[in-house]
C-alpha cells in the first residue's frame, strides 16, 4: 500500500509546485520556515525561504510510534510521511481549506513522532480508536487524521469521538484535494 500512497502524495506536491510556478513564478516559499534548516531550501528571499521536496532519508520509518505504543501503523501513514522533505502545503477539499503537514527535516521528523505518539496516548486515554493526523483545517476544533483502523481518512475533533468520513484511503485522499496558494483565511 505503501508505493501508491507515495506515487500520490508526489503527485499532489508535483500539482503544488506547477500552481506555484504558474501564478507566482517560483518555486513554494514560506514565512514560517524562514531561518530553520532543511534539505528542501534553494533559496532565502525576502524573509521567505523557496523550497523544493526532498527525497526522505531517515530509514527508521515511524518505528519508534509503534514501539513506544506498541501499535503496528496503516502502511499509508508511513508512506504519507516518509517519501518526501518538504514545506507545508495548503489544499481544498471540496470548500474545506487545509494545510497538508509534511516533514521538513529529520529534527522535525523526530518531533512530528513526538507529536504522534503525544496524539495516540490522548486517544488511548479516551477510550477512542487511533488516529494519525496529516492536515489542519482553518478551525483550530478540527483536523484531518488517518483512523489506524479502517485506513480511511476522517475529519474529527480532538478529544471528542465526532469524526467524518472524508476519504476511503490517504491515496483517494491525495487524489482529490486541490493545492491552493497561501495560508488558510
Known amino acids: 500500500m505503501m508505493q501508491p500512497t507515495a506515487s500520490a502524495l508526489c503527485a499532489f506536491t508535483t500539482r503544488y509546485i506547477n500552481l506555484w510556478q504558474q501564478q507566482q513564478g517560483h518555486y513554494p516559499a514560506s514565512s514560517d520556515l524562514a531561518g530553520i534548516p532543511s534539505p ?11 523550497w523544493q521536496p526532498q527525497p ?7 518505528d519508534a510510534v509503534e514501539r513506544a505504543l506498541d501499535i503496528q501503523l496503516q502502511p499509508d501513514i508511513t508512506a504519507f510521511y516518509t ?46 480508536s487511533p488516529t494519525l493526523f496529516i492536515a489542519t ?11 489506524n483502523l479502517t485506513g480511511e481518512v476522517i475529519l474529527e475533533e480532538p478529544g471528542r469521538n465526532k469524526r467524518e468520513i472524508l476519504s ?8 482529490d484535494i486541490q493545492p491552493v496558494i497561501g495560508p488558510m483565511e
Open 168 to 175: 476511503p484511503s490517504v491515496r483517494t485522499f491525495l487524489d
Open 56 to 62: 526522505f532519508s531517515p530509514s527508521s520509518g515511524l
Open 137 to 147: 483545517t482553518d478551525s483550530e476544533q478540527e483536523m484531518v487524521a488517518v483512523c
Open 83 to 128: 517519501t518526501q522533505f518538504a514545506g507545508d502545503m495548503h489544499a481544498r477539499l471540496q470548500q474545506r481549506r487545509l494545510t497538508l503537514l509534511q516533514v521538513w527535516s529529520e529534527e522535525d521528523f523526530i518531533r512530528l513522532q513526538e507529536n504522534l505518539i503525544g496524539h495516540l496516548i490522548m486517544k488511548r486515554r479516551l477510550k477512542q
Open 40 to 50: 528542501c531550501i534553494i533559496n532565502t528571499v525576502d524573509d521567505r525561504v523557496l
